[in-house]
């Protein structure tokens, strides 16, 4: 089984075959960390199913991350004791004018403030073993 159809066990995108297809993406992206959509998609055919799935009205980024929040959840069940270690970065657009209008925070000033978090156990149980993330943007004006 592949890690993004054990991860994505619960994904509900309402049709079964855009699940399907999501996993497959999902999985050909994940062994390809750092790669643009072309670059991990070697056939044309491949890269305009990836353009089309993430065009559907249907797939969303919380559809997607609720099946995996799903399974953070389960892992963690798991353990007696789960460290949750966050992080805030700060994305400042202001300057870049090309993303004028995304994200707009106030008047002054664009960008967003990202807060993850990964759920990680302790080393006594098992060596810091990742077992989730999750990722949240807070439109706060920085």
């Known amino acids: 089984m592949s890690w ?13 075959r855009l699940n399907e297809r999501g996993i497959h993406i999902l999985d050909k992206l ?39 929040l799903g399974k953070t959840i389960e892992r963690v069940a798991e353990h007696p004791v789960v460290l949750f270690v966050s992080d805030t970065t700060d994305i400042n657009y202001t300057t870049k004018t090309k993303m004028k209008g995304k994200e707009r925070l106030d008047n002054k000033q664009n ?24 990722f949240g943007q807070l439109r706060i004006p920085i």
């Open 4 to 16: 993004a159809k054990d991860e994505l066990e619960f994904m509900d995108l309402g049709d079964h």
């Open 111 to 134: 960008g967003l403030w990202l807060h993850s978090t990964i759920a990680v156990t302790p080393a006594k149980l098992r060596p810091r073993s990742p077992i989730g993330s999750a």
């Open 30 to 68: 994940g062994l390809s960390p750092g790669k643009t959509i072309p670059q991990a998609f070697k056939s044309w055919k491949e890269m305009k199913a990836a353009y089309r799935f993430f065009d559907n009205p249907s797939v969303s980024e919380d559809k997607i991350l609720a099946a995996h």
